[in-house]
């Protein structure tokens, strides 16, 4: 239980890095290359996942501008998402070491 919740914590970590890109560098394509087949383990969050990496922006605004719209269409119209624009202080490093670590988990 305790490995589900830091696993969803690490998910959820991943999301905000992918709303706010570390001062160091976009993880966006390393986030879509690796959790490419990974098996998300709250339904939301594959969601954010997806619509996240369909975005072609790194911009914290459009993203937050964008989120509501696309969340609905995807069956989750009153989705409270602002925990994902409160600022990190991950590194782009860090940020790729969490994703790897979603990516070779179970």
Not at 11 to 26: D, N
Not at 49 to 75: A, C, H, K, M, Q
């Amino acid at each position: 239980m305790s490995e589900n919740i830091d696993i969803t914590s690490k998910e959820w970590l991943v999301l905000r890095t992918l709303c706010l890109a570390p001062a160091q560098g976009s993880v966006r394509e390393t986030a879509r290359r690796r959790l490419k087949q990974y098996r998300w383990r709250e339904p939301l969050h594959r969601t954010l996942f997806t619509v996240l990496s369909d975005l072609s922006t790194d911009d914290p605004e459009t993203i937050r501008n964008l989120l509501p719209s696309r969340l609905t269409r995807y069956g989750y119209p009153d989705t409270d998402f602002a925990t994902l624009f409160v600022a990190h202080s991950l590194s782009k490093e860090e940020a790729e070491l969490v994703i790897e670590q979603l990516a070779s988990s179970r």
